[in-house]
């Protein structure tokens, strides 16, 4: 059976979906097993080798900003023939959208293949579950992880019966090494207190707190950053910590995101905002904190992977950044262990 998978971003969506190629692999150990996604993300799915044959990657967030160009369309081009070279019995459109059920149907079929999706109450928008052959309900009200999972056992007739997991084995394999950064010889904590919007950010002033906690606890802290901005704002934070604690913060060069997940596998554990690198940290099986903002935390909480459920948490909500004792809180018994 040639299944395609489809989820292109953003990358906590990617990491949600992973739990599936596990399930598909015991169920269906013959399955072979392609995804296709944002090219950005392209890499972390290719790092579950060998659950994955095929990366078809795509780059339809750039091609929307300069679709008249001709470069644009001589890749869109490009793209739709690496993904008609290949034919198959199912494809699985778990992103729910209208982008990406629209690019399903470019999707060749084998004779009785079936395009899958989510029914119109069930989908994120609604308009995607006219592009499926086979559509299936699953309740918008649970986390982002059994949504994947009990679409595809839906779809492939099994049963959720072992936790998620999620294997990347070949991790190490797209990390290029940087000459200019190295994991901090002692041990250490990465906190990532930037995200997609300003509206996720926590308090500055917390992040003083929890880097001054780990400190004194006997851990460096590592600081990850994206863009420019994400780098100024970080550089802020930093110059609010005590002069004792600065010597403990580590603010790292701009890290690729398999770099990244190199980097938090060493580390002891994670704290960070509702970010697709603090749901990638829980699927690497580090113990692994997420601070919610702007977000319920229910509908896509850090799940449990390779480790026990108390080493993951989710705190806050919409609206309800949580304290800074809550997170303390959590976080002292695993930096005691």
């Known amino acids: ?38 090219d950005n993300f392209a890499d972390l799915v290719r790092a579950n080798a060998p659950l994955v044959r095929r990366v078809i990657p795509i780059k339809l967030r750039a091609w929307r900003k300069t679709w008249r160009t001709a470069a644009t369309r001589q890749q869109w081009r490009a793209f739709k023939a690496n993904l008609q070279s290949q034919s198959y019995d199912v494809v699985i459109d778990c992103q729910g959208l209208l982008k990406s059920a ?20 069930s989908s994120r928008e609604s308009l995607s579950s006219w592009f499926y052959s086979e559509k299936h309900a699953v309740s918008r009200e649970w986390p ?12 492939l007739g099994y049963s959720i019966d072992t936790p998620p997991q999620v294997h990347l084995a070949a991790l190490s394999q797209y990390a290029a090494p940087r000459d200019d950064w190295r994991n901090p010889t002692s ?15 926590w308090a500055g002033v917390n992040w003083c707190a929890v880097a ?20 100024t704002y970080t550089e802020a934070l930093l110059d609010g910590l005590s002069a004792e604690h600065r010597k403990m913060a580590h603010l790292p060069p701009f890290l690729s995101i398999t ?33 919610f903002c702007d977000h319920d935390a229910a509908l896509a909480p850090i799940t449990a992977h390779a480790q026990d459920a108390s080493q993951v948490a989710s ?12 997170v303390q809180a959590v976080l002292a018994p695993w930096l005691a262990a």
Request: proline share 5%; net charge neutral.
């Open 1 to 38: 059976m040639k299944i395609l998978l489809i989820k292109m971003s953003s990358m906590g969506d990617v990491v949600h979906a992973m739990p599936v190629l596990s399930d598909m692999m015991q169920h269906h150990p013959d399955a072979v097993i392609d995804w296709l996604v944002e």
């Open 102 to 121: 629209v690019v399903s149907r470019l999707v060749r079929l084998n004779a009785g293949g079936r395009r899958v999706g989510f029914d119109v109450n």
């Open 144 to 155: 982002a992880v059994m949504r994947n999972r009990w679409l595809c056992a839906q779809t």
């Open 187 to 201: 041990p250490y904590v990465v906190l990532i207190p930037n995200a997609s919007r300003a509206s996720k950010r």
């Open 212 to 231: 001054a906690q780990c400190a004194a606890a006997g851990f460096q802290t590592v600081w990850f950053w994206g863009g420019a901005d994400e780098l």
């Open 259 to 291: 770099q990244s997940a190199q980097c938090m596998q060493d580390a002891h554990c994670v704290v960070g905002l509702d970010s697709g690198l603090t749901h990638l940290a829980a699927a690497l099986g580090k113990p692994t904190l997420g601070v």
């Open 315 to 326: 705190l806050g909500g919409i609206g309800q950044p949580p304290s800074l004792e809550a």
